[in-house]
């Protein structure tokens, strides 16, 4: 196989695992979300722990990189708990949709703090997928409106975990990265998780052990992906994970989703498809 076929089909991979990962968070029901964020994290932790070893790595790595470690994992888990919340207490495919803005802070992110550039065709894709997510929102002067702000926020954290990756891109090696994410999520939880933690029976530990593995199979997936091809080729089918979301709502949870959140899927998916397809001038056939 060529490699972009290779990257397409490990893109499409990690999205159906992530989508089977959301589908598992909601059918654990009233499993704390704590509780299900430790055990997403606790199989890649111990995965990443066997790759780390096994290339003789330090695996929290360099001291000297530990403000941008600690960084990236803290903002990192403060999303997932944000995206299990939504998941939650919205629809699959609306937490989802909120979840898939987090590239649109990178943007925001990386011009503030690591002074990439922000070009015309970036501020406009970013005020469209923020108008897709006013839409999936649908603001309301009232607490129901809570989920989708926290949907939201997962979005803006992942986008600040994201930017923490790309200053590490030359100073730690990937599986230090996730093994440090994870670690970090596995001690942090566990005080938070053990006042209220949910004896589960052996179908919900099942369910909970699944989170961990299909979350796993998704980073491993995407980590693959990215390796045979630009991110810039393939980030967009990503996206694809909204239209699994809204088949998996309506097969598993009987979800429909109303026309102000199929109109804010359409123009979330718009602004992706402007930053990463749309070529940026005559120069140039690639997005920027």
Not at 2 to 19: E, I, R
Not at 77 to 87: D, N, P, S, T
Not at 164 to 172: D, I, N, Q, S, V
Not at 216 to 223: D, R, V
Request: contains cysteine; positive net charge; proline residues 5%.
């Amino acid at each position: 196989m060529d490699n972009k076929p290779k990257a397409l089909l490990f893109m499409m991979l990690g999205a159906l695992a992530f989508t089977a990962m959301s589908v598992l968070v909601k059918l654990a029901g009233p499993v704390p979300v704590f509780e299900k964020v430790f055990f997403r994290n606790l199989v890649s932790m111990l995965v990443a722990l066997v790759v780390v070893l096994k290339q003789h790595r330090r695996p929290l790595g360099s001291w000297k990189h530990q403000p941008y470690l600690m960084g990236r994992s803290l903002s990192g888990l403060v999303g997932v708990i944000a995206f299990f919340y939504a998941i939650d207490h919205l629809h699959l495919v609306d937490a989802e949709m909120l979840n898939k803005i987090s590239p649109f802070f990178v943007m925001v992110f990386a011009a503030l703090f690591l002074g990439e550039g922000i070009t015309t065709r970036k501020i406009v894709s970013l005020c469209i997928a923020f108008g897709g997510a006013v839409l999936v929102i649908k603001p309301r002067f009232d607490v129901t409106v809570l989920p989708a702000l926290i949907g939201l926020s997962s979005a803006m954290l992942a986008g600040s975990a994201y930017s923490f990756l790309r200053a590490l891109k030359t100073r730690e090696k990937p599986e230090t990265v996730v093994f440090h994410f994870s670690f970090v999520s596995v001690v942090v939880m566990i005080p938070l998780m053990l006042p209220v933690f949910v004896m589960p029976d052996a179908a919900t530990l099942a369910v909970l052990v699944g989170i961990g593995v299909m979350a796993a199979l998704g980073q491993f997936s995407l980590t693959y992906a990215y390796r045979y091809a630009p991110a810039s080729e393939v980030s967009i089918l990503l996206y694809v994970i909204v239209l699994f979301s809204a088949v998996a709502g309506l097969v598993f949870f009987d979800e429909i989703p109303d026309i102000f959140s199929v109109l804010g899927g359409v123009l979330i998916i718009a602004a992706a498809w402007i930053t990463y397809r749309v070529p940026a001038g005559a120069k140039s056939n690639r997005g920027t």
